[in-house]
C-alpha cells in the first residue's frame, strides 16, 4: 500500500471507529509491540547462548580457563535475574543446562498467563 492509501484508510477509520474502540485498537497495539519485543528478546538471548556452544579444541581449553568462569558468571547472573537460585556442580555445561531449564519455565509461564 502506498501512503496515500494508508493516510485514506486512516482517515475512513477515524470517522467510523467510536473513541472507545480506538482505545482497545491502541491497547492491543501495544501490547503486539509488547510480545514481538519479548520475542526479540528471547530469540537474541537464544542466539547468543548458541555463539556460547562453538567446539573448542584441547589447546583452548587449558587458556580458556577465565573465559569459562566469565561465561559461567554470566549464567549465574541471568539466573538470578530470572529469581531462581543455582546449586550444583559449577560447570559451565551444567550452569547452562538449569539456565535454558530455568528459561524455559520462565517462559512458559508466560505463555500460560497470557
Request: charged share 30%; glycine share 2%; no cysteine.
Amino acid at each position: 500500500m502506498s501512503f496515500i492509501e494508508l493516510f485514506v484508510v486512516f482517515i475512513i477509520s477515524v470517522f467510523i471507529l467510536k473513541p472507545e474502540d480506538l482505545k482497545a485498537i491502541i491497547a492491543k497495539i501495544r501490547q503486539l509491540k509488547g510480545v514481538l519485543q519479548d520475542s526479540r528478546q528471547e530469540l537474541m538471548s537464544h542466539l547468543s547462548l548458541d555463539d556460547d556452544l562453538t567446539p573448542s579444541s584441547q589447546n583452548d581449553k587449558v587458556t580458556n580457563v577465565p573465559d569459562q568462569s566469565e561465561q559461567i558468571n554470566t549464567y549465574l547472573l541471568k539466573i538470578m535475574k530470572l529469581g531462581y537460585e543455582y546449586s550444583g556442580d559449577y560447570s559451565l555445561e551444567e550452569v547452562k543446562k538449569f539456565y535454558r531449564r530455568v528459561e524455559n519455565k520462565k517462559i512458559n509461564s508466560k505463555k500460560e498467563s497470557d
